[in-house]
């Protein structure tokens, strides 16, 4: 199995192992001795390990004598398990997990510098600083999201960059209804929204040339088993368990996600720009024929959706009849 070097503060290849072996056996007692032979450290080690664990809020059981065992199905995003259920993949290869850091999009910016090939994904458990778009922080409660971000090498210009964007969320739209059965509704360029809320979000940011991309991060955050939110994000967030009154395991729909957007990637380097333009509209209820406040930062105007230009920018008409082509901002509905 491919190896991911370490990196500070990323979780340790033989912890992981640990709570592989723990999560494949779910509920079943596992002697100390058994745990310590096959990831081959000593029985002291397992212990200080399984403490570890409770610290980081992994619901692990049992005692030094008796053995240890998961409480439940475990819903840790294990780097191992990933990777196996990835095989082949080309997001199957290089996974770094963290149980916490600042910001996953953060940590694939630097591997990308240094030469991280891609298909690079680093996930985490919390973040403490995960960012969101337009300079706004990304809400990362530990256990109960996704928060992960992909490294890219495409060879396109980066005036191609927001593509991949919304490719992200074509990818994230299928995957999530594919698990859920709850069909979001893509908001340009980026947000997914359930009844009017938000349940992800994407942020692509690179490192270019002029005329070419040299990587590209693209950072998915999902909104997957939270309970509720602060107060200032309760009336505008919401996620697919408070929707759907199920927990998920966000180790599946990671699964979806990224063998979904493999395929997607593969697609749109084959087939050009058309391809997510035309997917983006198909999926877009909000693409076409919505009233919306757009904010570019610079200006704020009103007007009607009229769909996507060949370069993927949204066409809005404005209340006075005159076209406009949105570069970049926040869309809002307007009722
Ligand atoms: C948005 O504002 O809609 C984009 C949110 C993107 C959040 C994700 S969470 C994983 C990755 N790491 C970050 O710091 N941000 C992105």
């Known amino acids: 199995m491919p190896q991911t070097p370490s990196l500070p503060g990323t979780t340790d290849r033989r912890l992981a192992a640990l709570l592989t072996l723990l999560s494949e056996n779910a509920t079943i007692v596992i002697s100390g001795a058994r745990i310590a032979r096959e990831i081959g450290v000593s029985r002291s080690t397992v212990w200080r390990w399984v403490e570890q664990l409770r610290e ?184 697919l368990r408070r929707e759907s009154g199920k927990t998920n395991y966000r180790l599946e729909l990671l699964v979806r996600l990224l063998t979904q957007f493999e395929s997607d990637y593969n697609r749109f380097l084959r087939e050009g720009a058309a391809f997510v333009v035309d997917r983006f509209q198909e999926v877009s209820t909000f693409a076409r024929g919505r009233r919306v406040r757009v904010d570019t930062g610079s200006e704020s105007f009103v007007g009607i959706t009229a769909g996507l230009n060949p370069e993927g920018l949204l066409l809005v008409t404005r209340d006075d009849g005159s076209p406009v082509t949105v570069i970049a901002g926040d869309v809002t509905e307007v009722r």
């Open 56 to 239: 980081l809020g992994v619901r692990v059981k049992g005692q030094r004598h008796t053995g240890y065992f998961l409480e439940r199905v475990s819903d840790i995003l294990t780097p191992d398990l990933l990777r196996k259920r990835l095989k082949g993949n080309l997001f199957g290869k290089r996974v770094f997990h963290f149980f916490k850091t600042d910001s996953t999009n953060r940590v694939a910016m630097e591997l990308g510098y240094a030469g991280e090939p891609e298909g690079t994904v680093v996930m985490a458990e919390e973040q403490t600083a995960g960012r969101g778009r337009s300079g706004r922080s990304w809400h990362s409660e530990r256990g109960t999201g996704l928060y992960f971000t992909v490294l890219l090498r495409p060879r396109l210009a980066p005036a191609q960059a927001p593509l991949l964007t919304m490719l992200a969320g074509i990818s994230a739209h299928a995957a999530i209804e594919a698990q859920t059965g709850l069909v979001p509704e893509l908001k340009w360029p980026n947000d997914l929204m359930l009844n009017g809320k938000k349940i992800g979000g994407i942020l692509t940011e690179m490192h270019a040339e002029p005329s070419a991309i040299r990587f590209v991060i693209i950072g998915v955050g999902i909104n997957v088993n939270q309970e509720k939110f602060p107060a200032e994000l309760a009336p505008i967030a919401t996620s």
